[in-house]
């Protein structure tokens, strides 16, 4: 589910990892129009006057030679093919367009086409904790990263099984000598077929605090 939280680190949701020419890793990023911190994530704007689209697919292109390399990138130009205007959209449909190359068929769905009504979350881990709620859902999966900050007791309290997911990334073969973790999916769809990233997907850890 996307935009479900009034965003606090912006770069989280227009940027991402994969590697470089001079070794080690850089960012791809979407540029975006400036706004006030307390803006929600469904009204952030790509800022379109910048050649961005030019400059993603130059980066990408120390990825030639790598197996699926015209496949990825066919793959994202048709990601990158409309002029999109929201930040949300777009990132929803290069997730809809990487699940569907990947034959995962989840559905995806948009916080604020929802029209949930969740109230005002007083801390950021209510905000699960009450679109569970709204949905009638009696289990939450996050990142672990979220264990720093989620109180699992409220989940508890309310009858919510929380867990956090722990992927265990395999290493696999990429153009460096040492083995880059934790970069795009880009990355993995480069030089890994489909069955291979499924089984990297499949290999995780559920945890409780």
Partial sequence: M????QFIRHGWIERNRILKQSGGWGYIAVPLKKHARETLISDIIIDNSKPWKEKIFSQLGYYKGA???YKVIKLMKEILGPD??????????????????????TPIEIF????????CPDSADEWALRIC??????????????????D????????????????????YRQKQKVFEPGLSVLDALMFLTV???????DDYELERV
């Fill in 2 to 5: 996307l935009d479900q939280v």
């Fill in 67 to 69: 197996p699926n390399y």
């Fill in 84 to 105: 999109f205007e929201s930040i949300v959209r777009l990132d929803c449909a290069a997730l809809e367009a990487v699940c569907d190359y990947l034959a995962i068929h």
């Fill in 112 to 119: 604020s086409d929802m029209a949930l009504d969740i109230g």
């Fill in 133 to 150: 709620q709204s949905l009638g859902a009696d289990e939450y999966w996050n990142p672990p990263g979220g264990m720093a900050f989620f």
């Fill in 152 to 171: 699992c007791r409220k989940y508890e309290e309310n009858h919510v099984n929380i867990y956090f997911q722990k992927v265990n990334l395999s290493e």
């Fill in 195 to 201: 069955d291979e990233i499924n089984e990297i997907l």
